[in-house]
């Protein structure tokens, strides 16, 4: 059931920040949404660790500031596979990575359950 609501809640932040941002476009509005929740989830957790680990000196040399480009590839990767999902450039890619891991903290903060003690 989290699952869900994470998936629901970061198209929630795409299609904000595709409203916003003049780089990013949805054509199929909400169902592109989804399908781009679903792909970044996916690629976050197939593609994300390959490219962590083959870019490890250059992480530890910036001191993890690659990892913005990391998360930038990552959105180009799921403008490239996702039909009504475009992205404009690398700047607007790296801009939308920051503003959705953002938007995705402050929004997941909202599952987080009360602990009792």
């Not at 180009?76 to 996702?82: C, G, I, K, Q, R």
């Amino acid at each position: 059931m989290k699952f869900i609501l994470k998936i629901l809640l970061t198209a929630l932040a795409v299609v904000v920040l595709a409203t916003f941002l003049p780089g990013v476009t949805l054509t199929n509005g909400y169902t592109s949404a989804i399908i781009v929740a679903l792909v970044l989830g996916i690629l976050r957790v197939t593609v994300k660790p390959l490219l962590i680990f083959f870019t490890l000196p250059a992480t530890i040399v910036t001191l993890g500031l690659f990892l913005l480009v990391i998360n930038a590839v990552i959105i180009l990767l799921a403008d490239y596979f996702v039909a009504g999902f475009a992205v404009s450039g690398f700047w607007i890619a790296l801009l939308f990575s920051l503003l959705l891991s953002l938007f995705q903290s402050i929004l997941y903060s909202l599952l987080k359950e009360k602990k009792e003690k």
